[in-house]
């Protein structure tokens, strides 16, 4: 008998897309599964369009609104799967996907998680790229540390092993980027396997803000100090990369700034760079660039944007 999947799917105001998703669930070559939707308090029409897929056999939990993380973790609660595979609202599975997953989980057995490459497409589901991260197999938790490579529906995890880490923090301030918490702590006392194959789907969807890029920085801000704090002592290693990695995401923090134009803050997490990597020349330059003022930095990017497209020409010309 084939091992229970437990696929969990948070919705919050999900849209129609949540459609393609479920049906991509459904559509597994891998049926020993059940599927658990979780209305994270939506205020659209999500608990109507997703309670008609109750006739198929999908579970619908209704919870007040709290974030993935928490609704992640109820839809842990309700589940009985001995593996469990997140599936975000708007991301779609290939056919194969689980079912390739098991079979790396038989060949794994002292792994915790698998995870798998990844096509990202635009809000209208057409392809925009491919993502194949650096192959991170075995005990990564020290590469991991320094970047998350992991896609949060890519993933499958052993059922012990999400409850012996804890499951998902419900911290407010790390929506969005709860799932690289879990996968530290998970890669900090399991083996992680990888799949180099694009087996999900991941939708880009264009609704980006000032706002929603501070969340994301600076909750992983929180996520590394966290586990800093947690695996220092039994992961030495992390130690000198740790300002590497907090300057990194400090200059990629302002540099998100820089591009929407918000140059006092753009300015303000340079600076902040510069101080876990005082010779971090690009964050030097930057920070200098941002004292030009907004209409002479508009020019220098439309300076750049020229001189790469006549690059670009030039290099085509030369080839034909």
């Known amino acids: ?67 993935p993380a928490s609704a992640r973790n109820r839809g842990f609660e309700a589940s009985k799967g001995d593996y469990i595979a997140f599936l975000d609202a708007d991301d779609i599975w290939e056919p194969e996907k689980l079912a390739k997953q098991i079979v790396c989980f038989k060949s794994n057995p002292a792994a915790g998680l698998v995870y798998t490459a990844v096509n990202i497409i635009d809000e209208h589901g057409q392809f925009v790229r491919s993502r194949l991260p650096q192959n991170l197999s075995g005990m990564v938790f020290n590469e991991l540390f320094q970047k998350n490579h992991i896609a949060a529906s890519s993933v499958m995890v052993r059922r012990e092993c999400f409850t012996r880490v804890g499951g998902f923090d419900e911290d407010p301030e790390m929506i969005s980027v709860e799932d690289y918490d879990l996968w530290l702590r998970m890669s900090a006392l399991y ?17 980006s803000v000032s706002k929603n890029i501070a969340r994301s920085y600076l909750g992983e801000l929180k996520v590394v100090k966290k586990n800093y704090a947690l695996f220092h002592d039994r992961y030495p290693a992390i130690k000198p990369a740790l300002n590497k990695h907090l300057s990194r995401l400090y200059f990629e923090f302002g540099y998100d700034y820089f591009e929407i134009n918000d140059i006092e803050n753009a300015r303000k997490q340079f600076w902040q760079s510069i101080q876990y990597m005082p010779l971090n020349l690009t964050a030097w330059r930057c920070w200098g660039i941002s004292w030009l003022g907004t209409r002479r930095i508009k020019n220098l990017k439309t300076l750049k944007r020229r001189m790469r497209l006549e690059n670009a020409n030039f290099t085509y010309r030369q080839q034909s």
């Open 191 to 207: 083996e992680v396997a990888y799949i180099n194959e694009p087996l999900i789907k991941y939708r880009l969807l264009d609704n």
């Open 1 to 67: 008998m084939e091992p229970l999947v437990s696929i969990i799917i948070p919705a919050y105001n999900a849209g129609t897309l949540i459609g393609q998703t479920i049906e991509s669930a459904l559509g597994q070559t891998y049926k020993s599964t059940e599927i658990i939707l979780v209305n994270d308090g939506s205020t659209d029409n999500t608990r109507h369009f997703i309670e008609q897929y109750t006739s198929k056999g999908v579970m619908c939990i209704h919870k007040e609104n709290g974030g």
